[in-house]
């Protein structure tokens, strides 16, 4: 696809898109273009949310403190191996700057906290990340799907954000109780789902957010 046929799609599709028009040419274009090439079907809409310097460098500095306070756990790394060309640190930066995303977007407080004891002692139910019950998952991948755990309280708001950071896309929510369809796939201590884009409802979110 041509510099030009690139800009042509991204006013197409976000002429009448709410909160993306403002979002900047630049985001707007790389948004339409990473929607127009998807290989995987109609990727969802979302919402474009770029993070200022200064909240990439507090989201920064809480992923350094959350690694060191795992590092005197054994046993909390993440479930599987970082994706190719990342670590756990950038997993978990992209994670916790996705989760600042949401707050900043829809107004909800970040909910910070470190992994109590209850938790770690195989108690798995946690805080929302953002909010009163709202889960954050983020995806790389500007097509990528929303994964679901067993865990996940059934009425919690799991909501799904692409991207690396500073900028990602609030692609939209489902409740966890209506992911959670058909048996799983089995991960480390658990079962999880995946669901495609085209089902998640866009925002705002419900009001028991």
Known sequence: MSDRETREAAWTILRDRKGMVGAGHRAAVE???????????????????????????EVRAWTVEVMADNAKHR???MKHEPPRGETEF????????????????TGLAWNRELLSEHYRLGHRHKHPDVGANVEVRNHRRPDGQLAVYDNDPPQRIVTS???????????????ARDARVGPGEHVRDGLRWYVDQATLHPLPLPEDA
């Not at 954000?161 to 409740?175: E, L, M, S």
Request: charged share 15%; net charge positive; no cysteine.
């Open 90 to 105: 950038d997993v978990k930066l992209r994670g916790f700057a996705a989760e600042l995303a949401v707050a900043t977007e």
């Open 75 to 77: 046993g909390r790394g």
């Open 161 to 175: 954000v692409t991207g690396v950071g500073p900028t990602f896309v609030i692609r939209g929510w489902i409740r």
């Open 31 to 57: 948004w339409a273009s990473a929607y127009v090439d998807s290989g995987r079907g109609p990727l969802a809409y979302g919402v474009i949310v770029t993070l200022s310097v200064a909240q990439m460098a």
